[in-house]
């Protein structure tokens, strides 16, 4: 090999190495970037009580007690339930109603499941809670909203007279939580919903909106208190970590053989020249 193709040598592994730094850097920080993104929220605050609790005023809670009179479920947020329907004009338009204070609370508690039903304004919102297989987590295998399209927070209405079912699609599993704590979030959670039945004439689409959200399933506690905190992740969701580092590496590879590409096509046109040169 020629000398002055061996002179390039160190540019190109300083360049190597540069790059891969970068790519590995930015595997590692690729989810984090996405808590830098300005937390947008659709709705301030709810109209505050004039009751005094123990809670700030925008925050309601919701308390269910097992058999015994001991909680089984306790909920705390500000809550918003927006519905997307289309009126008689072909509109699509949203119908919003804030989670009050004062609701209609039943439910069921078990060992391993668990729901609290919550109703206010002909709308009826089930949560199912269930065990790991294990025991050692709860979670919130389901969310279910039922009323009707007759409902008056809807206006001109499309289809009046239909009953409306909307839930989380099949296999959800929402705030995997250690048995014993509270989860808690300070992100604003979203929640879908939307009509598992084939059949459904009315189209809606829901979407509840908890802010400040604490929650916690199979407490059994004669003191009603919360468990120890459990934070949720900085977006409010959670991820397969393995993700970043596949595409860090997907990226690192793509550099390798990028630049030895680039070496090969270089030693080779240099290569050429000097033949042709010669000849």
């Not at 879908?192 to 400040?212: C, I, P, V, W």
């Amino acid at each position: 090999m020629n000398l002055s193709n061996m002179s390039h040598i160190p540019e190109l592994l300083y360049l190597f190495t540069f790059i891969l730094g970068i790519n590995f850097s930015s595997a590692l920080q690729l989810e984090g970037l996405s808590t830098k993104k300005p937390r947008i929220t659709k709705y301030t605050m709810k109209p505050t009580s004039a009751s005094a609790t123990a809670t700030p005023s925008s925050l309601s809670i919701y308390r269910l007690n097992g058999t015994s009179g001991a909680t089984c479920i306790l909920i705390q947020t500000d809550g918003l339930l927006s519905i997307q329907y289309r009126d008689k004009y072909g509109e699509d338009k949203e119908a919003d109603t804030f989670m009050p204070d004062q609701m209609d609370i039943s439910g069921e508690c078990w060992e391993d499941e668990s729901r609290i039903t919550l109703g206010w304004k002909g709308f009826v919102l089930n949560m199912y809670f269930s065990k790991t297989p294990g025991g050692e987590r709860w979670y919130v295998n389901n969310v279910e909203l039922i009323y009707s399209s007759n409902n008056n927070i809807f206006e001109h209405i499309d289809r009046p007279g239909l009953d409306v079912k909307l839930s989380t699609p099949p296999g959800t599993l929402l705030f995997p939580t250690p048995v014993g704590k509270a989860y808690t979030c300070d992100q604003e959670v979203i929640i879908t919903m939307f009509a598992q039945d084939e059949n459904d004439k009315s189209g809606h689409l829901a979407k509840l909106y908890l802010r400040e959200l604490k929650m916690q399933s199979f407490m059994y506690k004669s003191s009603n208190l919360w468990g120890p905190t459990f934070q949720c992740s900085a977006t409010g969701t959670y991820r397969d970590e393995t993700a970043p580092i596949a595409v860090g590496s997907t990226l690192a590879v793509a550099t390798v053989c990028t630049v030895v590409g680039y070496g090969l096509w270089r030693y080779f046109k240099v290569k050429k020249f000097q033949y042709g040169t010669m000849a």
